[in-house]
């Protein structure tokens, strides 16, 4: 398989940079999609971010299901 030089484009919607067949460039840029730089390649070397806790939120209430309507109506049915 022939090495392509894929275009990276991104969407101004937030989307990340993906890479494109040259000839789908121009379909995807009519659609709004940009052309952008490659984005760097990750560092298998680097320590790994430091993950946040989040610790000041309430806690959240236990929420329960509610019963299906043919089990109510069982019940009101023997009565």
């Known amino acids: 398989m022939a090495d392509i030089e894929w ?4 969407h101004p919607g937030g989307t990340e940079a993906a890479p494109f067949a040259p000839d789908a460039a121009e379909f995807w840029q009519a659609r709004g999609w940009e052309i952008t ?3 760097a390649e990750p560092d298998p070397t680097a320590e790994p971010a430091p993950t946040t806790t989040i610790t000041d939120t309430e806690p959240v209430a236990k929420t329960t ?4 309507g043919r089990q109510r ?7």
Request: proline share 6%; net charge positive.
């Open 7 to 10: 275009v990276w484009m991104k």
């Open 73 to 79: 109506r069982a019940g009101t049915e023997e009565s």
């Open 65 to 68: 299901t509610k019963t299906a």
């Open 37 to 39: 730089e490659k984005p």
